[in-house]
């Protein structure tokens, strides 16, 4: 072979593969943002400021919001409105509600408690939560959630949707205890349901107690629907869940404080007792039948036999706005929050705020003194309505 040829063939090769790697190049150009998920919004989950603590001024406060049924939008329609009201109502008015609620109250926490999209008219139940909670995320609020009876019934399964939820910006939900030590997240206990966990909040920035919990919060599933003997009914807090409350009211507690620090419960699902606060002294409105399980769960008997819890928040019966007490323990419902959710007509949405306030030593805030209660409408004043004390502590437990 002539070296003329062998310079012929190398040129030729050169080229070829000149020719090969412009055309790789330009092809990866066109398509490689297709190869890619989210490569332009890889970021970490932003978190609120931990642990939850009292304000400088011995207050905190926390916004119930229960039964949002968020479904697509500005293209959910809104239920059971008067439509001389609205030029247009869709979920955006649950939307600016949330909004005018965060701007008020300014709260420390917002409490979801379930039924926070409505699964069945949406069709992606994670653009629906982003939509619905937007708001808390928006104001950089912390905010904790739980399951209702529609949550799951879109794209994603009730243990999809709680961690979905746990690693949304701000959130301080979990989707279940601890097995161990609560320091240890590497496993979570064996319990019924998911979104069952424990929010400890601290005292007051310098005083004796700001490493200390002064306020429990506890978060509990109710589950969606079950069959029992062969009847269809509502969900109910399990053995299991009960097991845990109680095993972590006995783990006990800083010693400077005389006792368990006052705790309040989160759901969905009001149990089997609630039905009976139609017979007792109650405030607010009781405008419908308690949907409820048929099973007695033994939650009532468990919060008395803790002790510290003092008040149970709970949605579900979204024209049942009360409270009334259960053997020493309040069981409040937050009234329907949402507009798609259904309601009645010049039944104004609404919502419940809790607000704790420290009692105050020589030169110390010391332990919780106080728990009240209070509802805003979704009206053109913002109504305040039905304010009450839920606990007050007795001048011993402050000391």
């Known amino acids: 072979m002539s070296s003329e040829t062998v310079i012929g063939n190398w040129k030729h090769t050169v080229i070829y593969l000149t ?9 990866e150009i066109l398509i490689s943002h297709k190869l890619h998920i989210n490569h332009t919004n890889i970021r970490l989950k932003r978190s609120p400021n931990l642990p939850l603590r009292f304000r400088d001024d011995g207050t905190f406060k926390i916004l119930q ?15 059971d409105v008067v439509d001389a009201e609205f030029d247009y109502c869709s979920d955006l008015n649950t939307t600016r509600f949330l909004r005018r609620m965060i701007e008020a109250e300014k709260p420390d926490l917002i409490a979801f408690t379930g039924d926070n999209i409505f699964g069945s008219s949406t069709t992606d139940a994670a653009e629906s939560l982003l939509q619905a909670i937007g708001p808390a995320i928006e104001y950089g609020i912390p905010w904790a959630a739980v399951l209702g009876n529609h949550d799951q019934e879109s794209t994603l399964n009730r243990q999809e949707l709680m961690t979905f939820l746990s690693l949304m910006d701000f959130s301080v939900s979990q989707i279940n205890p601890p097995a ?28 004796v107690l700001s490493n200390s919990t002064v306020f429990d919060l506890f978060f509990l ?27 972590t009211s006995n783990q006990g507690h800083n010693q400077s404080i005389a ?7 989160f759901f969905h699902i009001p149990i089997l007792e609630v039905r009976d606060l139609w017979y007792t002294p109650f405030i607010g409105q009781f405008q419908e039948g308690v949907a409820c399980s048929i099973v007695q769960s033994g939650v009532l008997k468990t919060f ?12 579900h019966d979204h024209v049942n706005d009360f409270c009334g007490n259960l053997k020493g323990v309040w069981f409040c419902y937050g009234g329907g929050f949402g ?12 919502a419940r705020v809790i607000d704790a306030k420290l009692g105050k030593g020589r030169d110390t805030w010391t332990g919780v003194e106080r728990i009240k209660t209070w509802k805003r409408l979704d009206d053109e004043v913002f109504s305040k309505i039905d304010e009450q004390v839920l606990w007050e502590a007795s001048y011993t437990s402050l000391k």
């Open 259 to 265: 006792s368990n620090p006052p705790a309040l419960a």
């Open 65 to 79: 919001v229960a039964d949002m049924h968020y479904g697509m939008g500005s293209i959910t329609r809104c239920r």
């Open 304 to 315: 008395v036999s803790m002790g510290n819890v003092k008040a149970a928040f709970i949605g």
């Open 180 to 207: 161990g030590d609560d320091e240890d997240q590497s496993a979570l206990r064996l319990i019924d349901g998911f979104g069952n966990y424990r929010l400890r909040v601290h005292g007051a920035p310098g005083s």
């Open 19 to 27: 020719l090969i790697i412009s055309l790789i190049y330009f092809i």
């Open 221 to 247: 599933d109710s589950g969606d629907r079950e069959t029992v003997q062969g009847r269809r009914t509502y969900g109910w807090i399990k053995d299991s869940q009960l097991h845990w409350l109680q095993d």
């Open 339 to 350: 507009y798609h959710a259904y309601g009645r007509p010049n039944w104004h949405r609404r």
